[in-house]
C-alpha cells in the first residue's frame, strides 16, 4: 500500500505565502505524475498543479504565476509553493501521486487526506 501525508496548510492572509509538503511511503517502484488539487465548500475538486516524473509541470490558469509545484525524487515528496494567496484559494488541498508499486504491476493513482489553507480577507 501507499501513503501520502500532506503537511503546511493553515490560516494566512490574503496576499501571504504557505509552502504545502507532501510525503509518499509504502512499497513504491516508481512515483510518476505528482500533483496537488483542492476543493471548496460546495465546488468539486479542481486540479491544482502536476508534475510529471521528468519535472515538467502544469497549472491552472487561476494559480499561474503566483504557485510554484516541485518535487524531490530522492524523498518521495511533492511541494506546493503558494504566494500572493487570494480568499478564493482558500479550499482543502489533497495531495496525487501516480505509483507503480511493482514493475510489472499498472500505475495506481492515490490520494492524501487533505490539508486546509484558508485565506482570510
Known amino acids: 500500500q501507499v501513503q501520502l501525508v500532506e503537511s503546511g496548510g493553515g490560516l494566512v492572509q490574503a496576499g501571504g505565502s504557505l509552502t504545502l509538503s507532501c510525503a509518499a511511503s509504502?512499497?513504491?517502484?516508481?512515483?510518476?505524475?505528482l500533483g496537488w488539487y483542492r476543493q471548496a465548500p460546495g465546488k468539486q475538486r479542481e486540479l491544482v498543479a502536476t508534475?510529471?516524473?521528468?519535472?515538467?509541470?502544469n497549472y491552472a490558469d487561476s494559480v499561474k504565476g503566483r504557485f510554484t509545484i516541485s518535487r524531490d525524487n530522492a524523498k518521495s515528496t511533492v511541494y506546493l509553493q503558494m504566494v500572493s494567496l487570494k480568499f478564493e484559494d482558500t479550499a482543502v488541498y489533497y495531495c496525487?501521486?501516480?505509483?507503480?508499486?511493482?514493475?510489472?504491476?499498472?500505475?495506481?493513482?492515490?490520494w492524501g487526506q487533505g490539508t486546509q489553507v484558508t485565506v482570510s480577507s
Open positions: 496525487n501521486a501516480n505509483v507503480k508499486q511493482r514493475s510489472w504491476s499498472p500505475e495506481g493513482v492515490y
Open positions: 508534475i510529471t516524473s521528468g519535472g515538467r509541470s
Open positions: 509504502g512499497h513504491i517502484f516508481r512515483l510518476n505524475a
